[in-house]
């Protein structure tokens, strides 16, 4: 038998006979209702949607991240593995039902899931037990609830609050790098000054922000020679003939917004623009909108000074984002190659296409 429930039987039966003046679920929330609610179908109206569909959204957005951090929680403590679709499919469905008969919107819920794992719930059937007791309680047990103190429902909160968290963490934060721990920081002291929902929506905020500044640290534009090849001996550029006009840049990482930048950085250093530009994009594994509009708007600027620009070695997402929005088809095809060695044979035949002089047809 879990100790919480033993300690809550105890007390609140010490409550009902002594009569002790304390808070109890009765004198501060006048009870629990006997029965069920009867179903009741809202009434529509565009302007109710109109008000409710952005705080709706937020809720819903909120109850998803709260709701899968709890079931995180929980694999933690259980070492377990959730499933995330069935976790939202299931929130999803009970938080449309529930306003049918009175409810409103609820999240899967850190203090009662680590309060049942803490009291030996390892499997779904906790959850059926739980709510299972839960109807007994307000369909036979309601009117011995409301003498249910409310001081010993703090104390089996406070004792899960301690067993729960993971208190060695803050003796690590010293060897974490600096962006992690105040995040960690910031998350912890909101959720103690404020609530955990401020809490969840500012260290999701301060965790994205800090996401997109490491990818777009570790994105790189460089200019590659044979003095600064990296690359193995099937795409180096060591031994090649690099034609006279020819620049090669190489990215590498992920071609997102907080990287595009760069690009345009890298190019602004040149002296001169070269006749032809290779961009070698092998180790781009991915690309977004904002990258693709760099891509087109440097392939627009060198085709306006007559200048050409050729992609090296694009990769699979990229390569179809730039066919999707028609970007290949504007840079033509066959400028677009699959290794270093056909880039540069593209490069002189652009080359020696513009040193060769239209030919006049004769009188």
Same mark, same amino acid.
């Given at each position: ?20 003046? +304390? =808070? ?44 899968? #951090? ?17 976790? #939202? ?136 020679? =044979?003095?600064?090849?990296? =690359? ?29 930048? !760069? ?7 040149? !002296? ?6 290779? #961009?070698?994009?092998?180790? +781009? ?10 891509? =087109? ?9 007559? !200048? ?15 066919? !999707? ?18 880039? #540069? ?19």
């Amino acid at each position: 038998m879990p100790g919480s429930i033993v300690a809550l039987v105890l007390a609140t039966i010490a409550v009902a006979l002594f009569r002790l003046p +304390v =808070e109890t679920i009765g004198s501060r929330f006048g009870g629990i209702p006997s029965g069920l609610p009867a179903p009741h179908w809202p009434t529509f109206s565009w302007d109710h949607i109109h008000d409710l569909f952005h705080p709706a959204l937020t809720i819903a957005l909120l109850a998803a991240i709260e709701s899968l #951090l709890c079931a995180v929680v929980a694999d933690g403590m259980i070492d377990d593995q959730h499933d995330s679709n069935q976790e #939202l499919l299931a929130q999803g469905i009970a938080n449309i039902v529930s306003p049918l008969f009175g409810g409103i919107a609820v999240t899967g819920a850190i203090a009662r899931t680590a309060t049942s794992i803490k009291c030996g719930a390892r499997t779904p059937i906790a959850g059926i037990i739980h709510a299972v007791t839960l109807l007994v309680i307000i369909l036979v047990a309601a009117p011995l609830a409301k003498f249910i103190p409310l001081a010993t429902l703090s104390a089996v909160l406070i004792n899960v609050a301690l067993n729960m968290g993971e208190w060695h963490n803050f003796s690590r934060l010293p060897k974490w790098p600096r962006s992690d721990a105040v995040v960690f920081l910031a998350t912890f002291s909101l959720t103690v000054i404020i609530d955990l929902t401020v809490a969840v929506e500012t260290g999701m905020v301060l965790a994205a922000m800090l996401f997109i500044k490491r990818v777009a640290d570790t994105t790189q534009i460089t200019a590659v020679d =044979e003095s600064t090849e990296t =690359e193995g001996a099937h795409h180096s550029l060591i031994g090649k003939d690099i034609p006279e006009g020819v620049m090669i840049y190489r990215i590498f990482g992920s071609f997102f917004f907080g990287a595009a930048d !760069k690009l345009e950085s890298a190019l602004k250093r040149l !002296k001169q623009e070269p006749d032809v530009l290779i #961009l070698r994009m092998r180790k +781009v594994l991915a690309m977004d909108a904002t990258g693709l509009n760099a891509l =087109e708007d440097l392939y627009e600027r060198l085709r306006s000074r007559h !200048k050409h620009l050729v992609l090296s070695g694009p990769h699979t997402q990229p390569l179809f984002m730039m066919d !999707k929005a028609g970007f290949l088809d504007r840079l033509g095809r066959e400028n677009v190659c699959a290794d270093i060695d056909e880039a #540069l044979a593209r490069s002189r035949a652009i080359l020696s296409a513009e040193a060769t002089p239209p030919t006049r047809p004769l009188a």
